[in-house]
């Protein structure tokens, strides 16, 4: 687990990899869901970084406390979004706006709209709403840059 937790919060792209890389086989060997290779490395790379930039921005106090910490988040992750009993489940929202800066406001404002609106199925986990969320982002960055390109 030490070797996990000094992967994860890395500044070396490459060690956070080897970080996510354990995240993604937990998650495969969970058998929830089937992607092709390319959905598996986005789920990856989301899940990774929703758990990385969360305890950037909320250190853990030693490696005891960011075991017990990372248990509730990925046990959150892998919930039912009506599991997450914040209002408008924000504790969920939360998790997917931190991977955002600041001054990402388009990404940020989406992220809210999603959840203001209410589209979202609380049936799935918190992590395939939010996975949900951020192809849908993707999915019009990339409609705009086609269009832009035109």
């Known amino acids: 687990m030490e070797r996990f937790y000094r992967w994860l919060l890395s500044t070396s792209w490459t060690e ?10 937990d998650l495969r060997m969970r058998d929830d869901w089937v992607f092709d290779d390319d959905k598996w490395e986005e789920l990856k790379l989301l899940t990774g970084q929703i758990i990385s ?9 030693g490696l005891h ?3 017990e910490r990372l248990k509730v988040l990925y046990t959150l992750l892998l919930n039912k979004l009506s ?4 209002s408008g489940h924000r504790v969920s929202m939360r998790l997917l706006l931190d991977i955002y800066d600041d001054d990402n406001i388009a990404a940020r404002q989406e992220i809210r709209n999603m ?4 589209e979202y199925d609380e ?21 705009r840059y086609v269009v832009a390109m035109g």
Do not use: W
Request: aromatic share 16%; net charge positive.
């Open 123 to 143: 049936s799935l986990t918190v992590l395939e709403n939010l996975f949900a969320c951020y192809e849908k982002m993707m999915e019009a960055i990339q409609s």
């Open 83 to 86: 599991s997450d009993k914040s």
């Open 65 to 67: 406390d960011f075991t």
């Open 53 to 61: 930039i969360h305890f950037k921005r909320y250190p853990a106090k």
């Open 16 to 25: 956070r990899m080897r970080a996510y890389a354990f995240i993604e086989k």
């Open 115 to 118: 959840f203001g609106r209410r």
